[in-house]
């Protein structure tokens, strides 16, 4: 689209508009939001269909979700695929090589996230794909990703973690950086992927994280910008901004369908190519340990489940009532409603806090 307008920019002045990355992420987020809107019932209607009894609701949780969203179908990130594809293919720049590997990255953990969806529904059971070969895939990919951003950067920036609040640390993990990209891609997949255990609990905090980053990436790749707020300068990676306003109008679309109750679920399809995508983005503009901060959220939701693991193989006890930390709210008593509205609370606040770091060097 790009290379069309700028055949046309000589001969109609106004088409200029079109070069400039705030109105193509303004054009993203009316797209994907207008597609999801447009096309959600149909969707939502044909996975009815085709899953018939829905996504299995685990036994082992709370006993409310047995009777309250049994019978709701999954894969509704097709939804926000579907969206956030479309916007990104029509407004985002396709010759910027950070635009693909961040496409590739969520193409590969939404199929992954897919098949996973897919045998839980046709065997009817909470247990999907192996959580190591999972991994093993998830990493695979994370790791070809990390290769690629450092390939395509500028040394000694490419292979270094960048310290928020130090306007001139840096940390070289040479090819060390591979495996440390790769970490926080998979983790932030999977750390999405807890959080989404409620109606409407990891959309929105994914949206904050999408405007944060989106914020991010366009201040860092702008020489200016970047100069002023004494941030490192990431050539190109700017173009990020469009997928990030593609997330906001897809997940406001997604949230329409999937608020309480919801008519759909987002399932591993979404959550884990949702998540990917954050992590990616963050490891491309070198604020990895910012996207700990801004994704607090998360962290929190991975955090609970890897100490309640832990605690209970070690002592035999457990240390919530039950993991993720959503679902020990709900067992203390808290509504779902108070639980998520809270949750977004947590988020937005963590963003504020992370989006802060731009500007204390």
Not at 335 to 346: C, S
């Amino acid at each position: 689209m790009l290379q069309w307008l700028a055949e046309l920019q000589g001969s109609v002045p106004a088409v200029n508009v079109f070069r400039y990355i705030t109105f193509r992420t303004g054009g993203a987020i009316i797209t994907a939001l207008l597609f999801v809107f447009m096309f959600g019932p149909a969707i939502i209607a044909m996975l009815r269909l085709k899953q018939g009894k829905g996504q299995p609701i685990r036994s082992d949780g709370p006993q409310s979700h047995l009777l309250t969203k049994k019978g709701t179908p999954t894969m509704g990130g097709l939804m926000i695929f579907s969206g956030l594809m479309v916007a990104t293919l029509l407004w985002g720049n396709l010759s910027n090589p950070y635009v693909w590997v961040v496409l590739f990255v969520t193409i590969g953990f939404g199929l992954i996230g897919f098949y996973d969806d897919y045998l839980k529904v046709t065997k009817q059971t909470h247990s999907g794909l192996s959580g190591k070969t999972r991994l093993a895939i998830e990493g695979l990919i994370a790791g070809c990703a990390a290769v690629f951003i450092m390939h395509v950067g500028r040394d000694p920036l490419s292979s270094s973690l960048a310290f928020p609040f130090f306007k001139d640390l840096l940390l070289d993990l040479g090819w060390f950086f591979v495996i440390f990209g790769a970490f926080v891609i998979v983790a932030a997949g999977n750390a999405v992927n807890l959080t989404d255990g409620l109606d409407g609990l990891a959309i929105v905090p994914v949206m904050v994280a999408a405007a944060s980053f989106g914020m991010i990436s366009y201040l860092s790749g702008n020489v200016l910008f970047a100069d002023y707020l004494q941030i490192h300068y990431v050539a190109g990676v700017g173009e990020l901004a469009v997928i990030c306003g593609a997330i906001i109008g897809a997940g406001i679309g997604f949230l329409w369908f999937n608020a309480p109750p919801a008519q759909i679920f987002m399932g591993d399809t979404g959550s884990l190519a949702l998540g990917g995508l954050l992590g990616t983005i963050a490891v491309a503009t070198k604020h990895e340990i910012v996207l700990a901060v801004i994704g607090g959220l998360f962290v929190l939701e991975a955090v609970s489940v890897i100490v309640q693991v832990i605690s209970f193989k070690l002592t035999g006890k457990r240390v919530f009532k039950m993991a993720p930390i959503h679902h020990h709210f709900e067992q203390l008593g808290w509504t779902e409603p108070q639980i998520v509205i809270r949750f977004w609370i947590i988020a937005v606040v963590l963003a504020l806090i992370g989006l802060s770091t731009l500007k204390l060097r």
